[in-house]
């Protein structure tokens, strides 16, 4: 069915056609799918046991108002947001394009969403069915983004199997000034901090940029391992790698997602594996939309996957496609779980 839409949908400005797959996803227009409960690409994150890799990365459903619907498209994790402690229009529209010859999309967004409040009310009223994460970041005007972190921090850790901090949107300006040793050694250590004050255990992860120099990769991961973080996730959006590029929408500003991210992703994912072993799990996104795509991430160093664009363009059976080419790559391989596929690239 999708296949048959999509070209009508590919005519509607995207964040359009994005409103109405949020509104279907809603109301049940999309048919929910078997989920697959093959032994072989179940796995376990954050203590918890999942029925697959294969996650929604933040940023599809950013006001949480579908994630048991995505659980029902057969989806292992789910994370929401990113969530600011306000609710925020973003920047001004038009904001996404579609990179339909390069399998992309650029979005600058600017972390648009109902605020803390609207949103945990929803995820309190609706309890997610599977592994279920928030992405949190600061507002745009805020006078303290460290205190915005906490604010979500307390917001969402009795509601959440797992928290994201965001520090690397293009998006928001100087966001990304959190990869810096300093800023990001005091945040972790005033998250540290108050989750001990809040007597919690709720895992933290932390989102990081592709665009980060390689000799950046040991400070992060040594502040990382000292701050006892429990995950990463490689990667967000890119500044960079327009230059092959097809689409004229390629000059737009933003974050460019998509096949034109998965090689630097899966190189990173791979260099910080090398580093972090098993002490960290590293959470994998771009360009991932194939079994064989989501193949390379673990194999990287990634034991869990995410994606979003892949979605836009191979439609909402995505999960269960994945997941099924996945197992048909273990059985031919002779590979009983995919745990032992985690980092063999190395």
Known sequence: MFSKIRSLLFKLDPEIAHNLAIKSLKFNFIPQKKIITENSIKTEI??????NPIGVAAGFDKNA???????GLGFGL??????TPVSQYGNPKPRIFRLEEDEALINRLGFNNSGSDSVRSRITSNSPKGLFGVNIGPNKDTNNRIEDYINGLHKFYDVADYITINISSPNTENLRNFHNQNELNQLLSLIKKEKKKLNTLVPIVVKISPDIENENINKISDLLMEHNVEAVIISNTTDKYRDSLKNINKLEKGGLSGKPLEKRSNELINKFYKILKNKIKIIGVGGVDSGQSAYEKLVSGASIIQLYTGMIY???????KINQELIKILYKERVKNISDLVGIKN
């Open 78 to 83: 789910v994370e929401v947001g990113t969530v």
């Open 314 to 320: 191979k439609g909402p059976k995505i999960a269960t």
């Open 46 to 51: 954050f203590g918890k046991k999942i029925p």
């Open 65 to 71: 108002e579908v994630y048991n619907s995505l659980f």
